[in-house]
């Protein structure tokens, strides 16, 4: 069975860190684009960030620009988002997401279905 599995979210003040990992199981994602979403409460789900098969390349949503960083390890078959200086906005549940077909740049675009999702961390950031 394929599965990812996030974790690391939590709740923290503004301007904390957290580190979210998500670990894949059940077949390699080396050759696929890894990506990060979040969706907050009644809200839809939106892009946060995405990375290249071999890490080279990366993409961010506006909002999180300079804040949060994307990187994946091959080798652990995981993808990890650090997230910095974090702010009430940032409140969500994140997923993380794999794809053999789309790019960094429209893996946000829901031009298609992605093919894994994993089943979502909280995280909770308060003022």
């Known amino acids: 069975q394929v599965q990812l599995v996030e974790s690391g979210g939590g709740s923290v003040q503004a301007g904390d860190s957290l580190r979210l990992s998500c670990v894949g199981s059940?077949?390699?994602?080396?050759?696929?684009?890894l990506g990060w979403f979040r969706q907050a409460p009644g809200k839809e789900r939106k892009f946060v960030a995405s990375i290249s098969w071999s890490g080279g390349t990366t993409y961010y949503a506006d909002s999180v620009k300079g804040r949060f960083t994307i990187s994946r390890d091959n080798a652990k078959n995981t993808v990890y988002l650090q997230m910095n200086s974090l702010n009430p906005e940032d409140t969500a549940v994140y997923y993380c997401?794999?794809?053999?077909?789309?790019?960094?740049?429209?893996?946000?675009?829901?031009?298609?279905?992605?093919?894994?999702w994993g089943q979502g961390t909280q995280v909770t950031v308060s003022s």
């Open positions: 059940g077949r390699t994602f080396s050759n696929e684009i």
């Open positions: 997401a794999a794809d053999r077909f789309t790019t960094t740049h429209t893996m946000g675009l829901s031009l298609r279905p992605l093919d894994y």
